[in-house]
């Protein structure tokens, strides 16, 4: 990510993180980054050990890319030297988490962080266009929520800036705490609780335990917005008043909740909202359909009235939102006879997120003779629970008018085994190998939509149906 403008200076950035500058002096540094792939020049380039690959072996192919510096540690100092210049220190991932704290320091602005087991993402960008109507946002790239994209985030944050806004992710327990008291919001959001990760926790209180820990972040007196819809919503509560918090705001459709949906109108290409906020009402379009959504664009409201913002504006702005890169885009394929919608929810998948996307899946418009389609693969990390949430997908299938079901994965195998013969279209053993019985199924008119984890890859198909059908174009959201 870069800027016009400086971010750092290289005695900045070394200053923010108690470094020493090696050779000829930094530039000024209008970016930050750990990718060499994705440098832009004038980037700092952050050399961090990885899974697969040492970011050391990489520095000299981002000088080659007009990097402004490079931070790198001291057991790699020697052999790098001459590259260009260079920030040293004892530990480069610790030294992006300070300068993440040193930009957090130097901010006046406004922060948000985001959590949740399902819509993170989608509510920060909804975050980002809401605020964005009254100040200078800066938020989370993509989903940047983890022990790295956390911090990346924050050293990239230009000093001056209205409204901050961060996603914080977690697959254990105790992994959000050090990432709240980086971002130290003043606004803490808790989109809902599902059971995700649930290989690595023994129940759902366990997950709303860990999601609450986002709380204990808030700078003092700060706000804890919390869905009311939801069971663990007391337990939520809880972990809200043992915090920094000095302020509850609920959100949902339970007639109890501050931010309240009356009526949530799906339509195809959009959903329309009638809530209340504290009791005034507010009437709105988001680009994006979904009762999900909607539910989630509560949120995005309790959080501007915590910070003080303008609702209508903030409300207007929701009609800009449009569903990001596997997470409901929708893209028009061009088959023989006409076109095909394809729903892109690649990205990943629990129970709570395949059931929204099913349920966006029911309420597409299908063309003449069109059916819906949903393509599946397996949602990981369920523990014990994986076969009966998978099985339990089929009364949603059934709820949402789904006609056509292709599965793929081990997983699946317990959805399959109880799908209705006429539902099913073809079960392989991985994705990539519906490829051919999919591409041959689709006829004009038909809505397909695509989910699955991350770890299975499915999102191959979605690009292999795109690359098919070369003449695609995004759908057009209707007014």
Request: proline share 5%; charged share 20%; aromatic share 4%.
């Amino acid at each position: 990510m870069t800027s016009s403008k400086s971010l750092w200076t290289g005695a900045e950035l070394a200053e923010a993180m108690g470094a020493r500058l090696e050779g000829e002096a930094a530039g000024a540094i209008t970016g930050v980054s750990i990718d060499t792939r994705t440098l832009a020049p004038g980037d700092a380039y952050f050399s961090i050990r990885g899974d697969v690959h040492d970011g050391h072996a990489f520095v000299a192919e981002a000088f080659r890319r007009d990097a402004a510096a490079a931070v790198v540690d001291e057991a790699h100092v020697g052999e790098l030297a001459g590259a260009g210049p260079m920030i040293v220190v004892p530990d480069v991932l610790r030294g992006l988490e300070s300068a993440a704290r040193a930009s957090r320091a130097r901010s006046p602005a406004r922060f948000v962080a985001v959590t949740g087991s399902v819509g993170k993402t989608s509510t920060k960008e909804a975050l980002r266009l809401a605020l964005g109507s009254q100040g200078e946002v800066h938020a989370s790239a993509a989903s940047y929520n983890n022990h790295w994209g956390v911090p990346l985030s924050l050293a990239r944050m230009p000093a001056h800036c209205d409204f901050g806004v961060f996603e914080i992710g977690m697959s254990a327990p105790g992994e959000i705490v050090p990432l709240t008291h980086m971002v130290r919001p003043h606004v803490a959001v808790v989109t809902t609780v599902a059971p995700v990760h649930l290989e690595f926790f023994p129940s759902i209180a366990a997950i709303a335990d860990a999601k609450g820990e986002v709380f204990l972040g808030l700078e003092p007196g700060g706000v804890a917005v919390i869905n009311r819809d939801i069971g663990e919503y007391g337990r939520l509560k809880s972990h809200a008043m043992a915090s920094p918090a000095g302020r509850i705001i609920t959100f949902g459709e339970h007639d109890e909740a501050d931010v309240r949906a009356r009526r949530i109108i799906p339509q195809a290409d959009c959903t329309v909202v009638d809530a209340t906020v504290f009791g005034v009402p507010v009437a709105y379009r988001i680009g994006s359909p979904g009762r999900h959504i909607a539910l989630n664009s509560l949120a995005v409201l309790a959080a501007v009235k915590a910070l003080g913002g303008d609702l209508a504006l903030a409300a207007l702005a929701l009609s800009e939102l449009a569903p990001p890169v596997g997470r409901g885009e929708r893209t028009r394929l061009t088959v023989a006879g006409g076109e095909v919608l394809l729903i892109d929810e690649s990205y990943n998948a629990n129970p709570a997120s395949m059931r929204a996307a099913i349920e966006a899946l029911g309420q597409s418009d299908i063309g003449f003779r069109g059916r819906r389609i949903a393509v599946l693969a397996d949602m990981l990390e369920l523990g014990s629970e994986s076969e009966r949430l998978h099985e339990a997908l089929v009364a949603t299938l059934e709820e949402n008018a789904v006609d056509v079901v292709f599965a793929a994965g081990p997983a699946m195998k317990s959805l399959w085994r109880h799908l209705p013969m006429n539902l099913r279209g073809s079960y392989a053993p991985a994705p990539a190998e519906l490829e051919a019985t999919v591409t041959a199924a689709l006829r004009a008119g038909d809505v397909v939509m695509i989910k699955g984890s991350n770890g299975t890859r499915i999102s191959r198909l979605v690009t292999a149906l795109k690359g098919r059908f070369a003449d695609t174009a995004p759908a057009t959201v209707k007014a």
